[in-house]
């Protein structure tokens, strides 16, 4: 009891003594009263010194309990994990419950756990997963005695003599030719061109071998059969058997089972044949094909620091993004390839029907792709109203070459519709707009810039 409730006691004593028409009570009846307050404050004070001791005790006994208990462990997480080497880690949460998703490159293929789960024990799931390059030469492609060489994504076959095409599927003639009961005079002529000019049957004139294309045959003559035989790339053309010219494989083979014999150029040269491709290509292992030349990733392109570089099938492009100037809206860039607009001023309508972003995505292909084919898809992260709609922009330009349809209830795709012949750099905008009971709740447009090779490859 504090010392203004004790005058308070006191002060209430006395006003009721008036209330009943007495004075104020006596000295010795005040003296009964405080020697009364002092008892209670006592009795107080005793309970109140037991509560704290009891309240000490059991804080001492807890302090003795936590000083036992072994430190509970700082980190609530598992362990990072690693993205294997040529592939992909998805999922950043380190917490019980949380699942960490893996990828493999274009390639390979994934051994060990797709997916693996932080455990309550602070362990994860399954085994950590390696990207193996898978071996295309497993089913053994080559025929034909062909050597299969394992490549990342692609097989290549090196041929055995007299064989070619993507698998040695293709006969190339070793041009072995044998000429049976011919007349003595041509193989006497024969003969006499691979060695004694001179001899008496040589009315055969020798092969004019001034030219590269034109090789003498080597002949041999067992028991009056004839045989002939040329280099590899050669054949004996016409009737005159001492004469092997070139074969012309880019005329011969220009169209094989295994398609064109050369990708793009083909050069007949004395004996054989080479392709070539046009600038921007390198030619493959295999001599046939041609492979783009990614200029971005070997720097030899000639984009500004403000520029970015898009690797195109047989060049590059430089190309710089800029935020859209919309009146009522201003944006920022965000990343590389996105703008967002920054907050509306209240009740500017305009402002708020603006887009909200402006994301911009440039894919590479070859000409003529066969059509209709899904170039790209708008999908939203996460829907805050009832309803999503993705449309086209650009009007009819946009509209003879795409169309945007919807894959599922979150994703918009962008679909080629007709084939295009290259060189050419075609435009599509994908509207993704998001409503709630009717009201616009906000637009997302995805920019794609398809820039298309000039050849197929
Ligand atoms: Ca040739
Ligand atoms: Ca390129």
Known sequence: ?????????????????????????????????????????????????????????????????TARQPAKPTNVTCPKLEAPANGKKMGK??????????????????????????????????????????????????????????????????????????????????????????????????????????????????????????????????????????????????????????????????????????????????????????????????GRNCKDVDECANRQHNCTKDQLCINTYGGFQCVKVECPRIRNATYVKTSPLRCERNPCPVDNRACSQAPNSMSYHYLSVVSNLSAPRVMFRVSAMRMMGDTLRFSLLGGSRARRHFTVQRSDRQTGQLMLVSSVQGPATLEAEVEMSELEKRVLLGRYITKVTIFVSPYEF
């Open 93 to 286: 949460v380190l917490l019980p419950g949380h699942e960490v998703h893996f990828l493999c490159d274009p390639g390979y293929e994934l051994v060990g756990s797709e997916t693996r789960q932080c455990k309550e024990s602070l362990t994860w799931t399954g085994q950590q997963p390696v990207c193996k390059d898978i071996n295309e030469c497993a089913p053994s492609p080559c025929v034909n005695g062909g050597t299969c060489e394992n490549e990342v994504n692609v097989f290549v076959c090196i041929c055995a003599k007299g064989w070619g095409g993507a698998t040695c599927q293709t006969p190339v003639p070793t041009f072995f030719i044998t000429i049976t009961n011919t007349s003595a005079a041509t193989a006497a002529g024969v003969a006499g061109s691979a060695g004694s000019a001179g001899s008496a049957g040589a009315s055969v004139s020798p092969p004019a071998t001034s030219s590269p294309l034109v090789r003498p045959s080597h002949c041999t003559q067992t028991q009056g059969t004839t045989h002939c035989t040329c280099e590899a790339g050669y054949t004996i053309s016409g009737r005159d058997t001492s004469v092997c010219t070139d074969i012309d494989e880019c005329e011969l083979f220009h169209m094989g089972q295994s398609g064109r014999l050369c990708v793009h150029t083909c050069v007949n040269t004395p004996g054989g044949y080479r392709c070539t491709c046009p600038a921007g290509y390198n030619l493959t292992r295999d």
């Open 1 to 65: 009891m504090t010392r203004t409730q004790v005058v308070m006691l006191l002060m209430s004593v006395c006003q009721l003594s008036i209330m009943h028409g007495q004075e104020c009570p006596s000295r010795q009846e005040l003296q009964n009263s405080l020697r009364q307050v002092h008892k209670l404050l006592s009795a107080h004070e005793t309970s109140y010194v037991q509560s704290l001791r009891t309240l000490r005790k059991k804080i001492n006994l807890l302090q003795t309990s």
